[in-house]
């Protein structure tokens, strides 16, 4: 079992509960996984604390802001998406805070966490950081795969986009989209929220690395203008 420091909920908390409503068996089954009922399980998701040892070092400082994202998205309800034009929630089920802050938080310890970076903080710390993190939570469901059978498991579908901004010049160096998707191993809550921690973990290892590479790239062109022209 994995825990979280500091007091968190565990993302491997057990949702018996969820066991018989997550049966995804035809309409049926979505009319259960959407009934109006109070939630009874907080679940959140890991920081990723392992990238690749080539990752560079910067001395640098980052703000990372809040994600933006759609409505159906920004709240701490656990989308499930039955079909591409419809989404639902689970009923007995929350994250412990709205998805973008969520998302956020586990970013900021990510990179953290690296131990590759000068200092890393939020906009509203009033941080006077060289650069800053400007995300869009683009996706952040789970769903059932395209051509599914009725009863076949959901996947969760996670896409991040990034732009980094010098806040120096306010121009945007770099700018990437990152998505994961992972098959849930069941449609108990447990395991749809394990197949989020695994999809999210590996889109923000894919955006720390390559936040931290564009940031040391600019950093190094920027230091040769300062040896050639002086400044």
């Avoid at 909920?9 to 068996?25: D, H, I, K, N, Y």
């Avoid at 703000?63 to 759609?70: K, L």
């Avoid at 076949?152 to 770099?174: A, H, Y």
């Amino acid at each position: 079992m994995r825990t979280r420091g500091r007091g968190r909920v565990s993302v491997l908390r057990p949702a018996t509960a969820l066991a018989a409503a997550l049966a995804l068996s035809g309409c049926a089954g979505f009319q259960q996984i959407t009934a109006v009922t109070t939630p009874a399980e907080l679940y959140t998701l890991t920081p990723k604390s392992s990238f690749d040892p080539a990752t560079p070092q910067v001395a640098a400082q980052l703000v990372v802001e809040e994600p933006t994202a759609a409505s159906g998205v920004s709240t701490d309800r656990i989308a499930v998406m039955p079909n591409p034009l419809r989404m639902q929630y689970f009923p007995v089920a929350r994250w412990v805070d709205r998805a973008p802050l969520m998302v956020q938080t586990l970013l900021l310890e990510s990179f953290e966490n690296s131990g590759r970076i000068a200092a890393v903080g939020r906009s509203a710390v009033g941080l006077r950081a060289d650069y800053s993190l400007v995300t869009d939570l683009r996706e952040f469901q789970a769903r059932l795969p395209e051509g599914a059978a009725p009863g076949d498991i959901v996947e969760v579908l996670v896409r991040l986009n990034i732009k980094i901004v010098d806040s120096r010049t306010d121009r945007i160096v770099g700018s990437r989209s990152f998505e994961d998707r992972e098959p849930s191993a069941s449609n108990a809550m447990l395991d749809v929220a394990m197949a989020f921690d695994g999809a999210l973990g590996t889109v923000m290892r894919r955006a720390v690395e390559w936040t931290l590479a564009t940031v040391a790239e600019r950093e190094a062109e920027l230091g040769g203008r300062r040896d050639r022209f002086g400044y």
